[in-house]
């Protein structure tokens, strides 16, 4: 990359100025020169895998017009020893398996038995309500009304019932 864009990008991101006579760039010098270093040895590295592997296509049968060329590999290239035959890879699982079948019983048995003990200790634990003595005189004075009510006239009854029912 140019010093000058550096310097550019270095002031804009962190606002402060460099100089290109600046020994952090002989940093970035010797960063650009591994990191060319490091690329021109894993291409190498690539290379010679691709002529290895199609090498072995040719073996196989699948290339039979190319040919092998030994000055295409690299020094210090090994090639993997042959895998054998190929095996499958499952590329589906089971919606659901025993363990996680084994789970969602254990999980639903703990869940009906919270319930269970929740419900459970709901009903010992909870008592009934008690009746204020206002409640009490309008539950005595109902009773008393309804054993009166069948006894009255059919005018004053219907007149009385009219007047319950009102609001």
């Known amino acids: 990359m140019d010093p000058q ?22 940093l970035v010098a010797l960063n650009e020169a591994v990191l060319a270093d490091a690329v021109e040895r894993h291409i190498a590295r690539i290379d010679a895998a ?19 060329h030994e000055h295409e590999r ?37 869940a009906l038995l919270s319930a269970g003990l929740v419900l459970a ?9 008690e009746l204020n003595p206002q409640q009490r005189a309008a539950l005595a004075k109902a009773e008393k009304l309804d054993k009166v009510l069948p ?9 009385l019932e009219t007047a319950l029912r009102q609001p």
């Open 5 to 26: 864009q550096l310097r550019t990008l270095v002031f804009e991101k962190t606002g402060i100025k460099v100089d290109v006579d600046d020994p952090i760039f002989a």
């Open 121 to 129: 200790g709901q009903a010992l634990l909870s008592k009934p309500t």
């Open 50 to 68: 691709s002529q290895e592997l199609a090498q072995q296509l040719r073996q196989a049968g699948g290339m039979a017009h190319a040919a092998p």
């Open 74 to 110: 690299h020094p210090g290239f090994t090639p993997a020893p042959a895998a054998g035959p190929v095996k499958p890879i499952a590329t589906q699982a089971p919606w659901l398996v025993p363990r996680e079948l084994r789970l969602l019983g254990a999980a639903a048995l703990v």
């Open 151 to 159: 006894t009255l006239p059919p005018a004053t009854r219907t007149a």
